[in-house]
Nanobody, 119 residues
Framework: QVQLVESGGGLVQAGGSLRLACAAS????????MGWYRQSPGLQRALVAS???????NYADSVKGRFTISRDNAKNTVYLQMNSLKPEDTAVYYC?????????????WGQGTQVTVSS
């Protein structure tokens, strides 16, 4: 099992910055990629950014150039630095870890942290 605990959400004005953190515990040795997803009311959960165990990153088009994902493998923690925040970034942000079990990738999720950007 993998447990994920998020921190760092909150209320910020448009143009401001926040940094989210997600600490993993449990069977962390088998974690492959980690990432952040977000979900707004009435919408599906969508990928924001992901990072592989080797450090390769992937971003949603809407956050490219504004958000940066990073990973500290020694601390089993993934971060999301969010700059130039916009009201449309308002959502619940969820940490995701993909754990490799033989040929399968199993998803684990954090409890979510609210990010609210005021205009």
């Amino acid at each position: 099992q993998v447990q994920l605990v998020e921190s760092g959400g909150g209320l910020v004005q448009a143009g401001g910055s926040l940094r989210l953190a997600c600490a993993a515990s449990g069977s962390t040795y088998s974690i492959d990629a980690m990432g952040w997803y977000r979900q707004s009311p009435g919408l599906q959960r969508a990928l924001v950014a992901s990072i592989s165990s080797g450090g390769s990153t992937n971003y949603a088009d809407s956050v490219k150039g504004r958000f940066t994902i990073s990973r500290d493998n020694a601390k089993n923690t993934v971060y999301l630095q969010m700059n130039s925040l916009k009201p449309e970034d308002t959502a619940v942000y969820y940490c995701n870890a993909k754990r490799r079990i033989v040929a399968l990738l199993v998803d684990y999720w954090g409890q979510g942290t609210q990010v609210t950007v005021s205009s």
